[in-house]
């Protein structure tokens, strides 16, 4: 017999046994959830049939939980290997139960309190005078009632059913939810409801946490590990893949449940996962070091409770003895191999090859880890890590550490216009920029997209920190040659301070990423360090827009009319619709407090609508009612027009429903919207033209409109701001300009409103300089539609009683 055949079954002895786990059979293992199969566990559904966890060797059944289950009891008597649970899992172990946590999937616990009641005024603490459904079994629950003085013994406790309708049916006042669940079906009920969360009381725990036993880890290592990672993997899948996994879980999982709620908890997770800012999985030592301190404040742990054996570590240490034997075995196994290499390098030099391309797939690997492909910049994981050491190395040298978030401003829209390959190529010449503007010592990073971050440490006033972020800002809007295009591009960013505003490392890039947003909300291409305040706004703006998305269904909204007189004769010849907010706990709201919160949101869609037909149907009721012609001016906002998929038809067939002429319909726009070059604008402003409705220009003089636009869009009227009327005087300079802007106005066909008179001085003038109409507080304040017709009424018999004079006068004067 030859030696290359024995050569050859050796070679592939050799193979088997490296291969050999790919073609073992699947070991079965078994998932506890915490509840029913909902996506609340996505990521679990996606790496199984995605064949994640197959790929690791893995055949795993995932098992949901009936509600008041015990979901620890299974994963500790061998019926499950894994399970999820909430930060109760720090108790159990504090009382001796084995359990290790392996990985966090919600940064933050979607548990809520929910409320119906509308006056709650009294904060939370008036929960101790309602009855209440309480999952006592949570202790995240009893840590918040602890920490808010709330004695437990004093509430009216029903035993928790799980069922919202029980709260809709007004059986408890309050109940324990989850922010992903239950305010759907409230909502669905269009009611109004209250949320408390922990939070409010600096109770911010992880939630939805990963665990196993001891034994699991001891005996099955690898099995761990595979299992982590590939949940990890599947849930990074869902959340960027939520549509297929919703019709995943109605077709496999779930068919009870619907899409709409499905559709609503995936929606509202992104909050709770944060999977934009934080790496799937991760968790925080000293954030779980700051939850055993609130629970040990509280009593709800032992002092003595040791942190480290609870959290998993994928890479432990060998003990002392297992390192030796297993040094002893691979020396062993080392002397076979090196035999065994050396003889296949005497038959196949090219086996050099293969060991230089093993190395380099290491370090591609390493990079694919650590950097970012399309920059070369570190990256999301390798920011995490940083941020940790330096904070670590500031505590220690009593430094500080600035922390900058940076967004490129309307990057989107460049891409989107001239493609990704543009987007990239400015992508990377913005991150050069950075690297050659910021110090070497300090650290950039790119976090995905647009954004990126900068670790500077030791940075000793806040000039330094301005100065800094004035010379990013500066290098980074200078034009970007691409392609032979000429293109430019800001920036945004928020900066936060350790330790003036927090010595978290998590809390420190969420307050980054708080400022970076309030740099765009005051008009981009600058910067804003992070302030206590700017979290109160941000919290009261979240607030809001959580309440907008009940306003309409409960009917919250309401009308004031204003009148706008002709100057001359003092009729009412048109009334402006203003929209007033009669919020359930604030009271009256005005449009400045709500309105733009509602165009960011997009929730000025629905509004508009409301609006528009509202008060035209209003105004038709008032002539036929009265008998009267009246012109009905109503507010637009410029999200409106630039929605691609708003349309005006729905206005134009609701007057033809009504029957009401086009022509009694003004719409006001802002001189912005006018200057903006959009083909859906001008569509719009157009469609509006054609149907025979009015358009007029608000706060007129406070923009930069042209002639050209004004013939363009057929615009009817100019309403001249009330910052030129409220200086109004004899021979003044604002005078002059009233006077100018309303020749030209004459001149073009265009008839002029004046905003805001207050005094009869200023009619005068106006009247004197030819202005048509008015509109102001000394004709009168807006009123709701009641007072307004009232109005109405008391105007037209004013003017039939003058009729009526004028006519006895003529007649007596025949009679002589």
Not at 510 to 527: I, P, T, V
Not at 619 to 628: A, P
Not at 631 to 652: C, E, G, R, V
């Amino acid at each position: 017999m030859s030696k290359t055949p024995l050569y050859m079954l050796f070679i592939l002895a050799s193979l088997s046994l490296i291969y050999a786990p790919s073609v073992l059979a699947l070991e079965e293992v078994t998932l506890q959830l915490k509840w029913k199969h909902t996506f609340q566990f996505a990521g679990y559904y996606a790496a199984k049939e995605k064949g994640f966890y197959k790929e690791r060797g893995l055949e795993v059944n995932i098992i949901p939980a009936t509600p008041g289950q015990d979901v620890i009891k299974p994963v500790l008597d061998g019926r499950a290997h894994f399970g999820v649970s909430d930060n109760s899992l720090l108790q159990e172990r504090n009382s001796g139960k084995p359990i290790v946590m392996l990985s966090v999937i919600f940064q933050h616990s979607p548990l809520v309190f929910l409320t119906l009641e509308k006056d709650f005024t009294k904060g939370i603490h008036s929960i101790q005078d309602n009855s209440a459904m309480l999952e006592l079994s949570n202790t995240e629950i009893l840590a918040f009632l602890k920490k808010a003085n709330i004695d437990i013994n004093q509430m009216t406790l029903v035993e928790h059913s799980f069922d919202p309708n029980d709260l809709i049916n007004g059986k408890v006042d309050l109940i324990s939810a989850y922010s992903t669940d239950e305010p759907f079906y409230l909502e669905k009920a269009n009611l109004y409801y209250k949320s408390f969360s922990p939070r409010i009381l600096d109770i911010d725990f992880y939630g939805d946490n990963l665990y196993t036993s001891e034994s699991q880890i001891e005996e099955h290592p690898k099995r761990v590990k595979a299992f982590r990672e590939a949940s990890i993997k599947g849930w990074e899948y869902a959340m960027n893949n939520k549509e297929e996994i919703i019709q995943l879980i109605l077709l496999k999982y779930n068919n009870q449940t619907s899409y709409d709620f499905l559709r609503y908890q995936a929606d509202n997770m992104d909050d709770l996962i944060q999977p934009l800012l934080v790496e799937m999985g991760y968790f925080s030592l000293e954030r779980w070091q700051h939850i055993v301190e609130t629970y040990q404040d509280l009593n709800m742990l032992g002092q003595d409770f040791k942190l480290d054996p609870f959290l998993y570590d994928p890479n432990p240490k060998v003990a002392l003895a297992v390192f030796y034997r297993s040094l002893w075995i691979a020396a062993i196994i080392l002397v076979c191999v090196s035999t065994l290499a050396f003889y296949l390098l005497k038959i196949n030099r090219r086996l050099d090859l293969a060991l230089l391309e093993s190395q380099n797939a290491k370090n591609i690997i390493w990079q694919e880890a650590n950097l970012d492909s399309l920059t070369n910049l570190p990256n999301r994981r390798n920011f995490k890590n940083e941020l940790k050491s330096s904070l670590d190395k500031a505590k220690h040298d009593k430094l500080t550490v600035a922390l900058l978030y940076l967004d490129l401003d309307d990057f989107k829209a460049i891409n989107d216009f001239y493609g990704h390959d543009v987007g990239d190529k400015l992508l990377i010449e913005a991150a050069n920029r950075l690297v050659k503007t910021v110090n070497k010592t300090f650290g950039i990073f790119r976090l995905g997209g647009d954004e990126f971050t900068i670790i500077a440490e030791n940075l000793t006033s806040y000039k330094e920190i301005e100065t800094l972020s004035q010379t990013i800002l500066e290098s980074l809007s200078a034009p970007y040659s691409i392609n032979k295009e000429s293109l430019y591009i800001s920036a945004s960013i928020g900066i936060s301070l350790y330790p003036e505003h927090t010595s978290k490392s998590d809390t420190l890039l969420r307050y980054a990423d708080e400022a970076m947003y309030s740099s765009k909300a005051l008009g981009r291409n600058q910067y804003q360090i992070f302030t206590q305040q700017l979290h109160q706004d941000i919290l009261y703006k979240m607030q809001v827009i959580q309440d907008l998305r009940s306003a309409l269904k409960n009917n919250e909204f309401e009308l004031h009319y204003q009148p706008i007189v002709s100057l001359n004769t003092g009729d009412i010849k048109k009334a402006e619709a203003l929209i007033r907010w009669n919020h359930p706990i604030h009271g009256i709201t005005m449009p400045l407090e709500f309105i733009k919160i509602a165009e960011e949101t997009s929730h000025i869609i629905e509004i508009g609508d409301w609006v528009f037909k509202t008060a035209s149907s209003q105004l038709k009721q008032w002539m036929d009612k009265l008998q009267l012609d009246l012109t009905m001016s109503i507010n637009t906002s410029p999200a409106q027009y630039q929605h691609k998929n708003t349309s005006l038809d729905s206005w134009f067939e609701h007057l033809e429903s009504l029957n009401l002429p086009p022509q009694n319909i003004i719409i006001e726009i802002t001189e912005s919207l006018m200057m903006k070059e959009n083909t859906n604008i001008e569509k719009k402003l157009i469609e509006f033209c054609h149907q025979g409705i009015q358009v007029a220009l608000d706060d007129f003089g406070t923009g930069y409109s042209s002639l050209t636009h004004l013939n363009k869009f057929d615009i009817d009227f100019i309403k001249i701001d009330k910052s030129f009327i409220q200086h109004l005087s004899q021979h003044s300079q604002p005078l002059e300009l009233c006077e100018a802007i309303i020749i030209m106005a004459h001149k073009l066909g265009l008839s002029v409103i004046a905003e805001g008179i207050e005094t009869e001085e200023q009619r005068q003038l106006l009247m004197g300089i030819g202005c048509d109409y008015g509109q102001g507080y000394l004709f009168s304040s807006p009123m709701p539609a009641q007072a307004f017709e009232a109005l109405l009424k008391s105007s037209n018999s004013s003017k039939e009683q003058f009729k009526l004079m004028s006519s006895n006068n003529k007649l007596g004067q025949n009679k002589i």
